[in-house]
């Protein structure tokens, strides 16, 4: 039971990683949207608004992965917690669980990522108004 146990750490531990990424990833967007924003209203300068039409779609691509390799290795761990401690493998090659909703593409759409980058989009938009 001993190698089952420490091949559900191992896959546990890249599970929280990539969690930890897509938070840190949406911490640098508000960051840096906001920093952006402030320096295009203290010199009326519309660019660096602009600028978060670039950094916006990037980061949530970026998010997107991670949230796809989460979900990947969330089933390797199901599937690997449902072995016999004799099948344990040490296997970490989530690839093959990338189908349906765990696709990189539709990750980006998922239900927690859509909102939170499209209301972001949506308040680009509306603040870009009101420097301009």
């Known amino acids: 039971m001993e190698n089952k146990i420490k091949h559900l750490e191992f896959i546990q531990n890249v599970i929280a990683r990539m969690n930890s990424n897509s938070f840190l990833i949406k911490g640098w967007t508000i960051t840096i949207v906001s920093a952006l924003f402030a320096l295009a209203a203290k010199d009326s300068n519309i660019n660096f608004a602009i600028v978060s039409y670039i950094v916006i779609p990037s ?74």
């Open 59 to 132: 980061f949530w691509v970026l998010d997107g992965f991670f949230i796809s390799t989460e979900k990947q290795y969330v089933e390797l761990y199901k599937e690997t917690a449902n072995r016999t401690e004799q099948e344990v493998d040490f296997n970490m090659d989530a690839s093959s669980y990338n189908n349906e909703d765990r696709t990189w593409g539709l990750s980006i759409f998922s239900k927690t990522l859509f909102p939170f980058y499209g209301i972001m989009l949506l308040a680009n938009l509306v603040i870009m108004f009101v420097i301009a």
